[in-house]
């Protein structure tokens, strides 16, 4: 089965992410590890998920520093062996190409702009035009400097798979089944809707998550139902 799911595991408790692996498997192959599971269970608590079944690592570090940081960063991790990398393409050509250069078999995966910033936000930090005209130039710089993956808004995905080779994997974020809340997501897609712009992989979270207060074969059943129409 290849899904194209990724499952955001937002938990500071090393037993709820365990069980969230356990109970959702069946439906997705990938999950994203953020900074704030990182920071504080590091490779211990990647070795522990790995126990609750067999998958590939999306590590969400989204490094942004002097090239020859990252470089030393992602040589770091290679031992942990994640699928995906996140680094910010905003840190340069320079440093993608080090990340690329530092693992060559992970996926360097550029975050272009974070969906968090608004376009007033994006002009005082020194942007010009619009946000989609910003991610498209960061994903082209990036995949030119060797990055093989996007992270942008599903928004964004048409754009940006209109300039890329059709081999560079897009990860969107904010997407919602019609019948799931929005949560705090402003702009968001059906998953339907995200692959058919263009989308390789969809990061999910609590539209998932969520079930785990009823039990976890809800979770497992919330998983499959999403997942269901994008491999029919
Ligand atoms: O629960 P939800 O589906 O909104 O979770 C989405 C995941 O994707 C979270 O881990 C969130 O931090 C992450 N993310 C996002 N928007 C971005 C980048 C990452 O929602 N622009």
């Excluded at 910033?117 to 946000?131: I, M, N, P």
């Amino acid at each position: 089965m290849s899904s194209p799911l990724i499952l955001a595991l937002d938990t500071d408790d090393l037993d709820t992410a365990k069980s969230w692996i356990e109970f959702t498997h069946d439906s997705i192959g990938v999950y994203k590890i953020g900074l704030e599971f990182f920071l504080k269970f590091g490779r211990h608590g990647i070795t522990s998920l790995r126990e609750a079944g067999d998958f590939q690592l999306f590590l969400d570090l989204k490094l942004h520093d002097i090239p020859n940081t990252v470089s030393g960063a992602t040589s770091s991790i290679l031992d942990i062996a994640p699928k995906f990398l996140t680094v910010h393409a905003s840190g340069g050509r320079a440093m993608v190409a080090a990340a690329v250069a530092a693992a060559p078999e992970v996926s360097i995966t550029a975050v272009t702009i974070l969906t968090s910033l608004s376009e007033e936000d994006l002009h005082e930090v020194g942007f010009s035009g619009s946000s989609v005209k910003s991610a498209v130039r960061l994903a082209q710089l990036a995949v030119s400097a060797g990055a093989t993956s996007i992270v942008c808004s599903p928004l964004e995905v048409s754009a940006i798979r209109e300039v890329v080779p059709p081999h560079i994997w897009l990860i969107t974020p904010g997407v919602r089944p019609s019948e799931s809340s929005t949560d705090d997501q402003k702009r968001t897609m059906t998953p339907l809707e995200a692959v058919e712009s263009g989308a390789n992989f969809l990061v999910i979270g609590r539209p998932i998550t969520s079930h785990w207060a009823t039990s976890g074969q809800a979770m497992r059943e919330a998983a499959a139902r999403i997942l269901e129409p994008l491999i029919s």
